[in-house]
């Protein structure tokens, strides 16, 4: 069933391309931060973390930048593939908590 | 290892029951956190378990409690549900070393009517 809102700004890209995901975070004091992909009927999956202290992470495709200076954080995947079609959010902690602030999401569109 | 899991997967409730939901972490992960998902309000914490205490409580009223077990399961309670708890009900569970890193469950799809 629909788990996340029908409102969500939309990405659309070409299967093989190169997808920039972007996202503002709330709090400067923040230290840590995921990005969560979210299938439709599924919980969140996680992907990639980043901590304060660094400005870049890879992974297997995937590439996240931290600019504390202005509070964004982007997901950058690479010969992006039909089965990356989902809903990503991004999320904030703080204080080193177990609690996450989430981003309102972005729905990444897969053209064939 | 199996996934973090959460029953019942879905649940229909009449405004003024109440209801209780459960959830299994990944074995070895000793804190749960659980977060409520809408349309309008997107991903919310509601609160985070450790060693069967709470260690973390987010902006719910009274209404939403929750609780651990020795075994690191958790449950979380709604009495006195209204429509707009309706929303998926997600359970995260974390190894809580080093790592903030969480796992999510599949959730529970509640809906009040």
């Known amino acids: 069933g629909e788990s996340v809102g029908l409102h969500l700004p939309t990405l659309s890209v070409q299967e093989g391309d190169n997808s920039i995901i972007n996202c503002a975070y709330s709090?400067?004091?923040?230290?840590?931060f995921i990005w969560y992909k979210q299938e439709s009927g599924k919980g969140p999956q996680f992907i990639i973390d980043?901590?304060?202290?660094?400005d870049k992470r890879q992974g297997q495709r995937v590439t996240v930048l931290l600019n504390k200076t202005v509070k964004h954080l982007s997901l950058q995947i690479a010969a992006t593939q039909p089965g990356d079609s989902a809903v990503y959010f991004c999320?904030?902690?703080?204080?080193?908590?177990?609690?996450?602030?989430f981003g309102s999401g972005t729905r990444l569109l897969v053209r064939p | 290892k199996a996934g973090v899991t959460q029953t019942p997967r879905y649940l229909i409730k009449t405004r003024g029951q109440q209801v209780t939901l459960s959830c299994s972490p990944i074995?070895?992960?000793?804190?749960v956190s659980w977060y409520q998902q809408t349309p309008g309000q997107g991903l919310q914490f509601l609160f985070e378990?450790?060693?069967?205490?709470?260690?973390n409580k987010g902006n719910f009223p009274g209404r939403f409690s929750g609780r651990q077990f020795s075994n690191s399961r958790s449950e979380m309670n709604v009495s006195t549900l209204e429509l707009g708890d309706s929303a998926l009900y997600l359970c995260?569970?974390?190894?809580?070393?080093?790592?903030?890193?969480?796992?999510f469950g599949p959730g529970t799809r509640l809906t009040v009517t």
């Open positions: 995260a569970s974390s190894f809580s070393g080093s790592s903030y890193e969480q796992y």
């Open positions: 980043i901590r304060s202290n660094m």
């Open positions: 378990y450790f060693s069967e205490t709470q260690r």
């Open positions: 999320a904030e902690n703080m204080d080193s908590s177990y609690k996450l602030i």
């Open positions: 709090n400067s004091a923040s230290d840590y």
């Open positions: 074995s070895g992960h000793r804190s």
